[in-house]
């Protein structure tokens, strides 16, 4: 099945300064690949996703990148903020509808030092 | 997208007991997700559950232990059975997003097993 890895597990940037979390992938066949914030005691929230067919995509200060060859993605935060302070969950699913099961990274716990 | 109503949000429980946790949605949905949520670990599914048949489930989860119904498109409730401290855990259900396929998820059952 499906295995995703996340990097680092910890990060510390100071407010302003740019983040980046890597992820890698096992299943070739792994076309949809979202992002979750979760704050402390909250539920996790999608904050962006990317599909196979698409480079990469940008929403304001977050982006994706997809190395669909490599099999790793990555999330870019830019000017980050104290509020970016979450940890991030990375995912990775195969098929082609929101009905297939979507597997997890391990997460990254994000500090921004104001 | 959807909104979900789940409970308990929390409970203390005796081992050897059981409990039933519900998720209700404001919109009809094929398929509910199942999550099992650690302490400072990632979400870790534990099974899929569709309208009328019966759930799937994930390797090391089997259906003596987590019992799930699913009479209809907008309720679902896991059981969590013969409970024991490692069971202590965030339980969490989700379904798919609308307009993407993201999950959204419950805000989560925080189970403490004594």
């Known amino acids: 099945g499906e295995n995703v890895e996340q990097h680092p597990s910890t990060l510390s940037v100071q407010e302003g300064d740019s983040a980046v979390i890597k992820c890698t992938y096992s299943?070739?066949?792994?076309?949809?690949f979202p992002w979750y914030k979760q704050e402390l005691g909250k539920r996790p929230q999608l904050i962006i996703d990317?599909?196979?067919?698409?480079g990469e995509k940008k929403d304001q200060r977050i982006a994706v990148t997809l190395n669909k060859t490599a099999k790793h993605f990555s999330l870019h935060i830019t000017e980050t903020q104290p509020e970016d302070s979450a940890v991030y969950f990375c995912?990775?699913?195969?098929?082609?509808?929101?009905?297939?099961?979507?597997?997890f990274g391990p997460g990254t716990s994000l500090s921004v030092i104001p | 997208s959807a909104v979900i109503s789940q409970k308990p949000s929390r409970d203390i429980c005796q081992r050897g007991t059981s409990l039933t946790i519900q998720c209700q949605v404001d919109s009809q949905v094929t398929m509910m997700f199942w999550y099992r949520q650690q302490p400072g670990q990632s979400l870790t599914l534990i099974a899929t559950a569709n309208q009328g048949s019966e759930a799937t489930y994930e390797s090391g989860f089997v259906i003596d232990k987590f019992p799930i119904s699913r009479p209809n498109l907008t309720f679902s409730t896991l059981t969590v059975s013969n409970m024991s401290p490692e069971d202590s855990s965030i339980y969490l259900c989700?379904?798919?997003?609308?307009?993407?396929?993201?999950?959204?998820f419950g805000s989560g059952t925080r189970l403490t097993v004594v």
């Open positions: 989700s379904v798919e997003g609308s307009g993407t396929y993201g999950y959204t």
């Open positions: 990317i599909r196979s067919n698409v």
């Open positions: 995912a990775a699913s195969t098929g082609e509808t929101s009905y297939d099961k979507v597997i």
């Open positions: 299943d070739s066949a792994s076309n949809y």
